[in-house]
């Protein structure tokens, strides 16, 4: 079986904060909620859309969560990449992976439209799967997804190395049992990831590249 290397989306491949921030903002303001600031929206990011919304809107009604997650939804899906953009670096990365014949797969829990969307904006063909939340399929840290994108790809689930930025990524990686690689350059800093039980944690992608290295993928 192909080696391979599963990423997050948000805050490990793609700065996608503003936009995420503006289109949150947009929905809060429409039902007369309080708008956040960057960094308070920074720190909700990573349970999906509708806890993210929960969470700035400190509201546990449903009704009114499942009506603000439409409107950031409709806001979002016109303004997704209006801001956002790949980290430097990480494009080289992922044609050099590509390059060595390392099966690439991205798993966000950004709804499954959106992850696409931006997946193929700004990636092309480069990752050989991309699977966003969906409502018939538990978000991360669960292993659904992971289960799904290993049957899909036609790999074994063992050996496989995750790459993200948060606690949930943390988190993720455990319940599958996967090797993870935190990065710092997203959306929490190094010592979150360290009280989260990051064990390895890298502040680029050259680093990163070469810690894939060392722990035995052999590239070339």
């Not at 710092?184 to 070469?210: C, M």
Request: proline fraction near 3%.
């Amino acid at each position: 079986m192909k080696k391979a290397v599963f990423f997050d989306l948000d805050g490990t491949v793609l700065n996608t904060l503003p936009d995420l921030v503006k289109s949150a903002n947009y929905a809060l303001k429409e039902l007369g909620y309080p708008t956040q600031n960057l960094e308070t929206v920074r720190m909700a990011i990573g349970h999906g859309i509708r806890n993210l919304l929960r969470e700035l809107m400190h509201c546990n009604d449903e009704e009114q969560l499942d009506r603000c997650r439409e409107i950031f939804k409709e806001h979002y899906d016109m303004h997704k990449a209006d801001t956002t953009k790949p980290f430097d670096g990480i494009l080289e990365l992922l044609r050099n992976l590509k390059q060595e014949g390392y099966k690439l797969v991205l798993i966000s829990n950004k709804y499954d439209g959106a992850t696409k969307d931006l997946a193929r904006k700004f990636f092309g063909d480069l990752f050989d799967g991309v699977y966003g939340s969906r409502d018939d399929i538990p978000a991360k840290p669960n292993r659904e997804l992971f289960d799904i994108a290993c049957q899909e790809n036609n790999l074994a689930s063992d050996g496989i190395i995750y790459v993200g930025d948060s606690e949930v990524d943390c988190e993720f990686a455990s319940n599958c049992a996967m090797t993870l690689i935190a990065v710092d350059w997203g959306f929490r800093t190094h010592a979150q990831l360290v009280q989260a039980g990051a064990k390895i944690i890298v502040s680029s992608p050259n680093e990163l590249y070469e810690t894939l290295k060392s722990i035995g993928l052999n590239f070339a």
